[in-house]
Every structure is written in structure tokens, then in C-alpha cells.
């Protein structure tokens, strides 16, 4: 793989986990507001879930940050190679 072609995907790494980030938070943002109308005399059930959702949104945004942390080293390793 050529050091342009590599920087090309690295592109697609770079969005993939923006866009993994961007539906993490909208998700946890659903959550909160589910979680806010429960609390005012809804459904406890429906809480618990939302607040479990919310763990795994979590644990998406974790997963895409470090998506992204791995590309940008890749992308500090292929710039250093190609140097």
C-alpha cells in the first residue's frame, strides 16, 4: 500500500469514528430525555433501560475515541516513514 492510498484510508478511519462519536451522544441524548420523563412518575422500567442504553453509549463514545486515536498514530507513522 502506497503512503498516499494508506493517508486515503486513514480518511475513512477518521470519519468512521466521528460519525460512531456523533450517533454515541444523539443516542445518550434520547437516554437523558428518556430518563427525565420516567423520573417525573413514568414507567420505572423504561428508566432502567434508558440508563443502561446509556452505559453503551458510553461505551461507544470510548470505542470511537479510541478509533481515532489509533488512526491519528497511524497517520504520525506514515508520515514519519514517508519522511
Known sequence: MSGI???AGLSG?????SATISRAVA?????????????????PSAMLAALV???QQLLYT????????T?????GTIIDISA
Open 27 to 43: 443516542g445518550a441524548s434520547q437516554d437523558a430525555g428518556a430518563v427525565a420523563s420516567s423520573s417525573m412518575g413514568g414507567d
Open 53 to 55: 442504553d446509556a452505559r
Open 13 to 17: 478511519a477518521f470519519q468512521s469514528a
Open 5 to 7: 492510498s494508506s493517508i
Open 62 to 69: 470510548q470505542a470511537g475515541a479510541r478509533m481515532m486515536s
Open 71 to 75: 488512526a491519528n498514530e497511524m497517520l
